[in-house]
């Protein structure tokens, strides 16, 4: 149900139709207009919370408008009941009803027309397309924002009117009911017309794509960004747009499902999406030589197709998981990886990806990650450590998360630390999303932490000044004022409208980023570096409480490769007691962590190594696995990435060249395959392919 409130709003939306035919049949007025309201607000509720039952209602055929009906015929089954079938209201109960059941089929088509007509073949941000298309603004929120509900709830007014009419026997007040739910649903239907005829209508398809491949052959992308997945796998895409905006030739984004355009961050990065195979394969791309690819997804051969592109599968985080080296991967022309490691996982794995396609690039996403400077050692520092296990994943492999066995464990041992060090606890969102024991485990840490903190802002040892944290909070609420105030507004109506309007404001998202490093700094600087936190919003970013601490605590996910760009020492649980070396055999990320057994005995190990760097027995070894897992520090990340486009850029192009070479010796009816002998094809060192076909 998603909370307790929307199970209440349930139980009483399904126990209101019975007690509605008991209130009915009695028949008791008050009672039915009782039951009548507790149903119509809860199936308001309901609804506004988009919650799961209504969801599935309607696959049982107890959808929205069967539930308005039978409310509207027990309503009838009232009046018959009264005694008031011979009555005027009750014919005209009846002629209102199927009058307003008449208005729906037009509002109904009228609304998919509209929906229909102004969903694009290609929606897009960060394109021009004002100016080679004119796209008429959508029609008012009001009308198509939730249209089906809000047309089926203009009966209130004649529900309640025929009530109050059978309550007062007097049919006037029931035949003004009647009068003004049918003028009201006839308004709302010709107010739509408008917007199914002459200019307001949105262009046709093929006018939307020529104005986008007008546009592709001014920009002329290079590289493209490729996409598709589901609304969970936004993030995936989301990680590398920092990237394509860094990048030295002209970068494009193409995606294949609107759910992920609506929910990818914000880009000066020009964004196309194209829903439709054979509107892709038809889009000019004729200058893009280099195609990156952040999943293996079967949509990702409409793109795969295209010759005169290189290909590159740059995938979305560095782990030790199988599908870090999933066979489909021999279909790219370059695997890209972080570092050695991602290299030696193919080779090991032996799925067919040759070491020669293999290119280390590093991370770039981990660019903001800080790395342990001499100042976090100073004498009177006192050390960070943060907390941030991942979730209890979809099994109940002890192994997934420390939170059920040693979550506790490693935060009491962390609060009793003599020297003192604070806690900072960053679970993953998910957290007890499907465990009620990883849920009450994340509940009683939260206790704990919380309780540490009020007894630490107790104790007199710990001092703070109140007037720089009165100035961090001020200068907190005046950045949020300004997010808030640059956020809104946002809202572009509905696709249509998005695409026409939806080139960014460059001042305004470098603003937007600036004030969110401002907000960053506020918040950290709000309260005593001495304070244990509970963090489990989207801010702080987790990489910003990587740079204010000086150890972690994790699991075995990602996370814990990202913190290794720090060269903090770290900790990794072993929930599954395998063993520190078995552990370390089957986890490339740990083999440089201190290793902890459910009980966090050997906290005590990296407490020490925090305390004192040139006695941490680790340091060695971290350096050697973060080259190891991410690639060398110099040059940079976004170097090599760079470095790797414009070097398999020059290779397409050269293929390119060689093809029209080719094409040129065979003369202009000869396939290109067939122009040269098929020896001749490692002049250029690429072959067209035609063999494999």
Same mark, same amino acid.
């Given at each position: ?15 209101? =139709? ?70 005027? %209201?009750?014919?005209?109960? %009846?002629?209102?009803?199927?009058? =307003? ?5 037009? *509002? ?66 029931? =035949? ?48 493209? #960004? ?20 860094? #990048? ?5 984004? %193409? ?81 890209? @990886? ?103 485990? *994340? ?88 304070? *244990? ?22 699991? %075995? ?126 002049? @250029? ?9």
């Amino acid at each position: 149900m998603g909370s307790a409130a929307e199970l209440a709003a349930a139980v009483l939306m399904l126990l209101g =139709f019975p007690c509605l035919m008991l209130a009915a049949l009695v028949p008791s007025v008050p009672a039915f207009a009782a039951a009548a309201a507790v149903t119509y607000l809860a199936d308001h509720y309901l609804h506004r919370r988009g919650s799961y039952l209504v969801n599935r209602l309607s696959k049982v055929r107890a959808g929205l408008s069967i539930r308005f009906l039978i409310r509207q015929l027990l309503l009838i089954l009232l009046l018959a009941r009264l005694s008031l079938a011979d009555n005027l %209201i009750y014919y005209g109960a %009846i002629a209102c009803f199927i009058a =307003f059941y008449g208005l729906q089929a037009p *509002h109904g088509a009228l609304t998919t027309l509209i929906r229909n007509r102004r969903r694009m073949p290609v929606a897009t941000r960060n394109v021009d397309l004002a100016s080679r298309i004119r796209i008429p603004d959508a029609p008012p929120r009001v009308l198509t924002h939730r249209a089906a509900e809000k047309m089926l709830h203009l009966d209130l007014v004649a529900v309640g009117g025929i009530l109050l009419a059978a309550a007062l026997d007097s049919p006037l007040v029931g =035949f003004a009911g009647i009068g003004v739910t049918v003028l009201l649903g006839t308004a709302y239907v010709l107010a739509l017309v408008p917007y199914v005829r002459g200019r307001r209508i949105p262009p046709k398809a093929d006018q939307v794509l020529e104005a986008v491949d007008d546009w592709l052959r001014e920009y002329r992308p290079e590289t493209v #960004l490729y996409f598709s997945g589901s609304r969970d796998s936004a993030y995936q895409v989301n990680m590398w747009l920092e990237t394509m905006e860094q #990048l030295d030739t002209r970068p494009l984004v %193409i995606l294949r499902e609107r759910v992920i355009l609506a929910n990818l961050a914000p880009t000066t990065v020009p964004v196309v999406c194209v829903p439709g195979g054979v509107h892709l394969m038809n889009l000019d791309l004729s200058t893009v030589r280099v195609a990156l690819y952040a999943a293996n997804v079967g949509k990702n051969i409409h793109l795969l197709r295209v010759p005169t592109m290189k290909h590159v599968f740059i995938g979305h985080g560095d782990s030790d998981k199988l599908a870090s080296v999933n066979p489909f991967s021999k279909v790219y022309d370059e695997v890209w @990886t972080a570092g050695r490691a991602g290299r030696d996982r193919y080779a090991i794995a032996d799925v067919g990806v040759r070491d020669d396609d293999i290119v280390e690039v590093g991370r770039p996403q981990l660019a903001p990650i800080e790395p342990r400077r001499a100042a976090d050692a100073a004498e009177g520092h006192r050390p960070t450590v943060l907390y941030a296990p991942t979730w209890e994943g979809w099994d109940d492999n002890p192994g997934n998360t420390s939170l059920l066995l040693a979550g506790e464990n490693i935060v009491k041992r962390l609060i009793a630390a003599d020297p003192p060090v604070r806690v900072l606890y960053k679970p993953h969102p998910f957290t007890g999303t499907r465990s009620a024991q990883a849920k009450a485990a *994340h509940q009683r840490i939260t206790e704990l932490i919380e309780q540490a903190a009020a007894e630490r802002a107790a104790d007199p040892r710990f001092t703070a000044d109140t007037t720089a944290r009165d100035r961090a909070r001020a200068e907190l609420a005046r950045v949020e004022a300004r997010l808030a105030e640059l956020a809104g507004g946002g809202d572009r109506g509905d696709e249509a409208e998005a695409s026409r309007d939806g080139v960014i404001d460059v001042a305004r998202y470098e603003e937007t980023a600036r004030l969110r490093d401002a907000w960053n700094t506020a918040y950290w600087n709000s309260f005593p570096d001495w304070e *244990h936190r509970v963090i489990t919003g989207a801010q702080p970013r987790l990489y910003d409480c990587f740079n204010v601490s000086d150890a972690m605590v994790s699991d %075995i996910s990602s996370v814990v490769s990202d913190f290794i760009a720090s060269g903090k020492p770290y900790a990794v649980t072993d929930s599954a007691g395998l063993g520190a070396e078995e552990f370390k055999r089957q986890n490339t990320a740990v083999r440089a962590a201190v290793i902890l057994s459910n009980d966090a005995a050997a906290l005590t190990e990296l407490l020490d190594a925090v305390r004192d760097p040139q006695a941490d027995p680790l340091a060695g070894e971290r350096d050697e696995l973060k080259r190891y897992l991410l690639g060398p520090d110099e040059p940079t990340s976004l170097e090599q990435f760079n470095a790797a486009v414009a070097q398999l850029a020059r290779k397409a192009e050269t293929r390119n060249l060689g093809q029209e070479s080719r094409t040129v010796v065979g003369g202009p009816d000869v396939e290109p395959a067939d122009a040269l002998p098929p020896q001749a094809a490692s002049v @250029t060192g690429e072959t067209d392919g035609t063999a494999a076909n």
